[in-house]
T-cell receptor
Framework: DAKTTQPTSMDCAEGRAANLPCNHS???????VYWYRQIHSQGPQYIIH???NNETNEMASLIITEDRKSSTLILPHATLRDTAVYYC?????????????FGAGTRLAVHP | AAGVIQSPRHLIKEKRETATLKCYPI?????VYWYQQGPGQDPQFLIS???????DKGSIPDRFSAQQFSDYHSELNMSSLELGDSALYFC??????????FGPGTRLTVL
């Protein structure tokens, strides 16, 4: 699985958009980009994933560059409850072999 | 909607004792995963089961074993507990290659 690089920490004002970058310059053609987050001591929570195209769901948007070497997770209107560690994970989905390798994610602090 | 259930939520054991953690996946999910998260660390994959067969293995100590039963629930058995086994243990489940849903975790404290 490709290695990812994320900022150690970020701040965001409540109500503003939070843009969390992820570098995955060694990503291969069949690897997807997944985003999970972990609110303090809770189980990690799936946010969104994508292969090439930009994706949007009720939680966030995922922007993947054309060369797929980096991506950005966007929380459009951050709230205090979005304070968490955000993990960018790159892997090939494969039945029974879908383990998640958590690297050092980004600790996002949303402040009033 | 039903979520992943883990029991117990908290467990305190002495060194060299054994512990059994249970996980009940979301109905119709065919894969169960176990992760360990030590204090201040990121979650680490231990082991997974696909359709009741072990499918993948991570850095799981030989003192640990796990299985998935016919009703798809899974148990993580930990023997000869050490202080370093104190951690949060998460179970997750998924269907086919879809996203994983995590349980609330079991906090194990070894004294």
């Amino acid at each position: 699985d490709a290695k990812t690089t994320q900022p150690t920490s970020m701040d965001c004002a409540e109500g503003r958009a939070a843009n969390l970058p992820c570098n995955h310059s060694t990503i291969s053609g069949n690897e997807y980009v997944y985003w999970y987050r972990q609110i303090h001591s809770q189980g990690p929570q799936y946010i969104i994933h994508g292969l090439k195209n930009n994706e949007t769901n009720e939680m966030a948007s995922l922007i993947i560059t054309e060369d797929r070497k980096s991506s950005t997770l966007i929380l459009p209107h951050a709230t205090l409850r979005d304070t968490a560690v955000y993990y960018c994970i790159v892997r090939v989905p494969s039945g029974g072999y879908n383990k998640l390798i958590f690297g050092a994610g980004t600790r996002l602090a949303v402040h009033p | 909607a039903a979520g992943v259930i883990q029991s117990p939520r908290h467990l305190i054991k002495e060194k060299r004792e054994t512990a059994t953690l249970k996980c009940y996946p979301i109905p119709r999910h065919d894969t169960v995963y176990w992760y360990q998260q030590g204090p201040g660390q990121d979650p680490q994959f231990l082991i997974s089961f696909y359709e009741k067969m072990q499918s993948d293995k991570g850095s799981i100590p030989d003192r640990f074993s796990a299985q998935q039963f016919s009703d798809y629930h899974s148990e993580l058995n930990m023997s000869s507990l050490e202080l370093g086994d104190s951690a949060l243990y998460f179970c997750a489940s998924s269907w086919l290659t879809n996203e994983q849903f995590f349980g609330p975790g079991t906090r194990l404290t070894v004294l």
